[in-house]
Nanobody, 125 residues
């Protein structure tokens, strides 16, 4: 049974950092692409970053480039999203999701099959 559990969200001030974790079970990371997404109130869900299961290649939305870093720990079957220099506009519920490896690099939510429950990130002074 595929399961994804996010953690690490919270309330931080602008300029601070958070590291989100996505603990996967029921499959191994090296055969699938894992993506991070976010959804702010009243807005559509958007892709933030994803990582290839095959070779660890990483991809970022323009809003995340230079500030966010995606990584994975195969021994822990966990994917991380390190978020630095957070801005109020980063406030959203963050989700991780899994897709077939041939969708690696694709940040369209529709190609992802399984989703976690989300973790709230709030950036506010």
């Amino acid at each position: 049974q595929v399961q994804l559990v996010e953690s690490g969200g919270g309330l931080v001030q602008p300029g601070e950092s958070l590291r989100l974790s996505c603990q996967a079970s029921g499959f191994t990371l090296d055969y699938y692409a894992i993506g991070w997404f976010r959804q702010a109130p009243g807005k559509e869900r958007e892709g933030v970053s994803c990582i290839s299961g095959r070779d660890g290649s990483t991809y970022y939305a323009d809003s995340a480039k230079g500030r966010f870093t995606i990584s994975r720990d195969d021994a822990k079957n966990t994917v991380y999203l390190q978020m630095n220099s957070l801005k109020p506009e980063d406030t959203a519920v963050y989700y991780c999701a899994v897709a077939a490896e041939y969708y690696s690099g694709n940040l369209a939510p529709v190609v992802y099959d399984y989703w976690g429950q989300g973790t709230q990130v709030t950036v506010s002074s």
